[in-house]
């Protein structure tokens, strides 16, 4: 257990609606990473937060949002949605200026 | 920019064989290596880290050196077992691109039979 907590463990939806992913980090870690997990692109890197503030965006569609709140968990929100969306979209959480990040065991989202 | 390749799989061994899988990397500056392990419906787990050149992470019977000369953090345990079965990936962060993010190879899949 990494300690990071993600829910929900599976969401199912239909195009075109929105959903919400929510992630609470480790105890202490101030920094927050998303990562999409899918079958033709593999593990790619999405955004990471520190503290409340956006501190880098990757490879995240206009479609798709993140916020961190006061308490550090984070929600990403992904809207209009598509049927290429479907993937696991995994959180890390790792201390400021840590190489290593920690996983929590990810949300399956599934677009019909 | 920086990129990590890794070797294709499936990798299909029987148990108590030598596991070797290939990693290569390219990056500027002095990037940090990382294996990650993904079991079956889990999410991923650090297996081993190394954060300069000549370092060896290991950790349960799994070891790789960081190997500069190369650049590669090839992935070796000397006798697998079934629980090994799995997705293993390799990657990066840091070196001139900072510790924002991690650069994931494509996985390899492990399965170890009895």
């Known amino acids: 257990d990494s300690g990071v907590t993600q829910t929900p463990k599976h969401l199912i939806t239909a195009t075109g609606q929105r959903v919400t992913l929510r992630c609470s980090p480790r105890?202490?870690?101030?920094?927050v990473y998303w990562y999409q997990q899918s079958l033709d692109q593999g593990l790619q890197f999405l955004i990471q937060y520190y503290n409340g503030e956006e501190r880098a965006k990757g490879n995240i569609l206009e479609r798709f949002s993140a916020q961190q709140f006061p308490d550090l968990h984070s929600e990403l929100n992904l809207s209009s949605l598509e049927l290429g969306d479907s993937a696991l979209y995994f959180c890390?959480?790792?201390?400021?200026?840590?190489?290593?990040?920690?996983f929590g065991p990810g949300t399956r989202l599934t677009v019909l | 920019g920086n990129s990590v390749t890794q070797m294709e799989g499936p990798v299909t061994l029987s148990e108590e064989a030598f596991l070797t899988i290939n990693c290569t990397y390219t990056a500027t500056g002095y990037p940090s290596l990382f294996w990650y392990v993904q079991y079956p419906g889990e999410g991923l787990q650090l297996l081993l880290k190394?954060?300069?050149?000549?370092d060896k992470g290991s950790n349960k019977g799994f070891e790789a050196t960081y190997r500069k000369e190369t650049t590669s953090f090839h992935l070796e345990k000397g006798s697998v077992q079934v629980s090994d079965s799995a997705v293993y990936f390799c990657a990066l962060s840091g070196g001139s691109g900072g510790y924002n993010k991690l650069i994931f190879g494509a996985g390899t899949r492990l399965a170890v039979h009895p």
């Open positions: 105890s202490g870690d101030l920094s």
């Open positions: 190394a954060t300069k050149a000549d």
């Open positions: 890390a959480s790792s201390v400021w200026g840590a190489d290593t990040q920690y």
